[in-house]
Each structure stands twice: as structure tokens, then as C-alpha cells.
């Protein structure tokens, strides 16, 4: 599968001690199948069409050879095997407009397009909630002798989200990284010490220092480091452009390259980087798109 993409960097987290609490919902997705003049049957799999949140495209039954499938800049291609139900994963960002997507699927057989799907999907708007934050005066404007680190984590970053296996590392649905009350703080627009700043890009969940915190499923450690923004984080990359990452932790109990299970411990909770208290970021990405974490536990898989 090829797949292109840009750069995005990284934004950063925080935890609000005064915000309601939510438990996530039982599962509650929905899917839409598109059926082709070719025999092929395609599956969309989403809890909304909104910015921040992930989408599913189900290959449910492959008859053509190939199916090419296009999505703003990016593009994906799929060669029919023998297993049923391939799929893909695409992403609208936190920050993406609403308004009209189109997702165009070739059909190739016999080195010829067949056919051409325009799947049309309505992107709804979200109100997103904003919040006013005072923090140390060095995290929205960083000490110079600290902007090199910076710069050099964030190429990090950009290059650690580049690349992701081309095989799906997961296994079966998503589960929560540790118990502990969930603030639905994704996407949330943050003013910093009265200057707007940045968009939180992950949920919170509030948990004792030392908690353990569990991989949301399997996947390989590609990163697990101690970083300016985010302390102690560990990202695992669970494969088809899926990210996960832990931020904020006070021990990692993972090495980069590393390969993990499903629940397996990535590290222990703290407050470490950016973080007003114990708690855990969670944050999860598809390619360069930042998108709800609670949501992919809705999805199937
Ligand atoms: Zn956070």
C-alpha cells in the first residue's frame, strides 16, 4: 500500500482538573455500504463524519484486481488477496474544515480501471470547547536554550509519523490505556496565560502517579523518549498509518523497536513535560490527522 503525506507538528497537552466527566459510550458506529457495477462491495465504518474523527474503508468483498483510493492528498492501493475484509484507514484532523469530502475508488482488472466510485460524505461542524489556561510562562514561550531541543524533537516527531508498517499490527477492538476519570477534552481550543495557543489533541484521563498504563492494542514502539512538550511518551505504531501515543509519563517500561501486545504496560503515570498533575495524554493519529482516540474504540475491527 503506498501512501503519501505531509508533515505536521506537534501540539501539546494539558490537563484540566475542573472539567465534567465522561464515560465512554458502548459502541455506536456507523456503516455505509457501496456496492459496485463490478462486483465490488465496499464497507464505511465511522461514528461521525466530523473533524477529529477516524474512518474505516472495508474492501468486504474484493472482485477487481486492484482498487485505488484517493482522499484529499493522499492516496492508497489495494491489491485483492484471499482475506476477507481488508481495509484502510483515513483520518479527518481536529483542525480539518466541514464541508464536502470525496473519497474516489478505481477499480483495476486486467490493467484497465473498470470502474470509478465518488463516494460522497458530508463533514458536520463540531463545536469544540475552549478553555483559558495560566501555565509557566516558559511553556508558551520557551527559554531559548531550549528552542534547539525543541526544533529537533519536533523533526523527531514529524519523522517518527511518517512512515507506519504496511501491515495491520492491531488485533480485534481498541481498549482503554487505564482506568481513571476521562475528560472529553479532544479538540479542545486552549488560551494560554490570555493568548491563543493551541488545540488539545488528545483526551486526559486523571490517574495517580505510578499508575500503570496499558497499550491501547498491539503494535510496535517506535518511539519511547523523554520530550520538552509531552515528558516521558511513548508512540506505538499499530500499522496502515494508526498511532497511538502516552504522554506525560514517569517511567517508560519500553524500548523503540520493540514489538507489544494488546493491554502489555507501556509505562507508569506521572506529570512529567508540559502537565499541571498527574494524568495520562492519550492521543491517536492517522498519518498527519489528529483524531479522537475515544472514537477508534468505538470502531470495528
Ligand atoms: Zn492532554
Given at each position: ?12 497537552l ?9 464515560q ?7 456503516t ?37 483510493v484517493?482522499?484529499?492528498?493522499s492516496?492508497?492501493w489495494?491489491?485483492?488477496?484471499d ?8 483520518g ?5 474544515e466541514?464541508?464536502?469530502r ?7 482488472s ?12 458530508e463533514i458536520?461542524v463540531?463545536?469544540?470547547p475552549?478553555?483559558?489556561l495560566?501555565?509557566a ?9 531550549v528552542?534547539d531541543r ?36 479532544f ?14 489533541t488528545?483526551?486526559d484521563i ?9 497499550a ?13 512538550y ?18 506525560h509519563l514517569?517511567?517508560?517500561l519500553?524500548?523503540r523497536?520493540?514489538m ?8 507508569l ?11 495520562l ?6 498519518y ?8 477508534l ?5
Amino acid at each position: 500500500m503506498l501512501r503519501f503525506r505531509k508533515f505536521s507538528v506537534l501540539i501539546f497537552l494539558f490537563l484540566p482538573f475542573f472539567l465534567p466527566v465522561i464515560q465512554p459510550l458502548a459502541s455506536r458506529a456507523e456503516t455505509r455500504i457501496i456496492e459496485s457495477a463490478t462486483g465490488d462491495v465496499f464497507e464505511l465504518r465511522y461514528r461521525q463524519l466530523q473533524p477529529g474523527e477516524p474512518l474505516a474503508v472495508v474492501w468486504k468483498n474484493a472482485v477487481s484486481d486492484f482498487a485505488g483510493v484517493y482522499f484529499g492528498e493522499s492516496s492508497f492501493w489495494l491489491k485483492r488477496d484471499d482475506r476477507p475484509g481488508q481495509f484502510l484507514l483515513l483520518g479527518f484532523d481536529v483542525m480539518s474544515e466541514p464541508g464536502r469530502r470525496v473519497v474516489e475508488i478505481q477499480l483495476w482488472s486486467g490493467g484497465q480501471i473498470k470502474q470509478k466510485l465518488n463516494i460522497e460524505l458530508e463533514i458536520a461542524v463540531r463545536d469544540f470547547p475552549k478553555k483559558k489556561l495560566t501555565v509557566a510562562q516558559k511553556y508558551v514561550t520557551p527559554p531559548r536554550e531550549v528552542l534547539d531541543r525543541i526544533k529537533r524533537e519536533a523533526e523527531l516527531l514529524s519523522l517518527v509519523y511518517s512512515s507506519s508498517s504496511s501491515e495491520w499490527l492491531a488485533e480485534g477492538s481498541f481498549i482503554l490505556p487505564c482506568e481513571g476519570k476521562l475528560f472529553p477534552n479532544f479538540g479542545q481550543r486552549r488560551i494560554y496565560n490570555n493568548v491563543p495557543r493551541s488545540v488539545h489533541t488528545g483526551v486526559d484521563i486523571a490517574v495517580p502517579p505510578g499508575h500503570p498504563i496499558k497499550a491501547t492494542n498491539s503494535g510496535r514502539v517506535v518511539l519511547a523518549s523523554d520530550l520538552y512538550y509531552s515528558g516521558k511518551t511513548v508512540i506505538i505504531d499499530h500499522g496502515l498509518g494508526l498511532f497511538s501515543s502516552y504522554a506525560h509519563l514517569s517511567k517508560l517500561l519500553v524500548k523503540r523497536g520493540q514489538m507489544i501486545k494488546k493491554g502489555e504496560l507501556v509505562g507508569l503515570a506521572g506529570s512529567t513535560g508540559l502537565s499541571t498533575g498527574p494524568h495520562l495524554h492519550w492521543a491517536v493519529k492517522i498519518y498527519e490527522a489528529r483524531v479522537d482516540p475515544l472514537a477508534l474504540l468505538e470502531l470495528e475491527f
